[in-house]
T-cell receptor
Framework: QQQVKQSPQSLIVQKGGISIINCAYE??????FPWYQQFPGKGPALLIA?????SEKKEGRFTISFNKSAKQFSLHIMDSQPGDSATYFC??????????FGKGTRLSVIA | KAGVTQTPRYLIKTRGQQVTLSCSPI?????VSWYQQTPGQGLQFLFE???????NKGNFPGRFSGRQFSNSRSEMNVSTLELGDSALYLC??????????????FGSGTQLSVL
């Protein structure tokens, strides 16, 4: 049973555009929602994370939007750049469970 | 400060063999967790060790095992390899127990190919 569903699988965005990746979770006990970024040949690296007491968190060009009632959260990348081309994973956990990851979104930003 | 180091980087084995992968966490980190990454399934949790004790275990068969040493270094072992075990195996470390939502620092992984 997949606890975190991520979409789309792949995404192509023009340079300067907005990239949006969505995730939905099932376990209402989850209380930590990070996004990880992975470049080819490297392990994932934490990009940004949110807890359910806030609806939005912004760090530079990256924003997480969180909808607790819909059990959904999304990553927005503003002014997308070719250097943002990577695979993005959403994840969720709580104090009793390790991180459960979505299946990933391969983002390509083209000039 | 050195990052998480995984060895070897690449490994080729045949069905039925066993394999041991090694992970050295960031200095001072006491928690080590292991994930299997495949194109179809994404990252799937294998197990987590904290202060030499297995704290959590994912839904993998008993052929997958691990351990952590007193210096926090960790090894995972896969016995009787199957073709489906071909994957990137990632190790991640954190300062404290990952059950309190600590940031995970991943290594670059060991790419295992089973022929």
């Amino acid at each position: 049973q997949q606890q975190v569903k991520q979409s789309p699988q792949s995404l192509i965005v023009q340079k300067g555009g907005i990239s949006i990746i969505n995730c939905a979770y099932e376990n209402t006990a989850f209380d930590y929602f990070p996004w990880y970024q992975q470049f080819p040949g490297k392990g994932p690296a934490l990009l940004i994370a949110i807890r359910p007491d806030v609806s939005e968190k912004k760090e530079g060009r990256f924003t997480i939007s969180f909808n607790k009632s819909a059990k959904q959260f999304s990553l927005h990348i503003m002014d997308s750049q070719p250097g943002d081309s990577a695979t993005y994973f959403c994840a969720a956990s709580n104090a009793n469970t390790p991180l459960v990851f979505g299946k990933g979104t391969r983002l390509s930003v083209i000039a | 400060k050195a990052g998480v180091t995984q060895t070897p980087r690449y490994l080729i084995k045949t069905r039925g063999q066993q394999v041991t992968l090694s992970c050295s966490p960031i200095s001072g980190h006491r928690s080590v967790s292991w994930y299997q990454q495949t194109p179809g399934q994404g990252l799937q949790f294998l197990f987590e060790y904290f202060s030499e004790t297995q704290r959590n275990k994912g839904n993998f068969p008993g052929r997958f095992s691990g351990r952590q040493f007193s210096n926090s270094r960790s090894e995972m072992n896969v016995s009787t390899l199957e073709l489906g075990d071909s994957a990137l195996y990632l190790c991640a470390s954190s300062l404290k127990d990952i059950s309190i939502n600590e940031k995970l620092f991943f290594g670059s992984g060991t790419q295992l190919s089973v022929l």
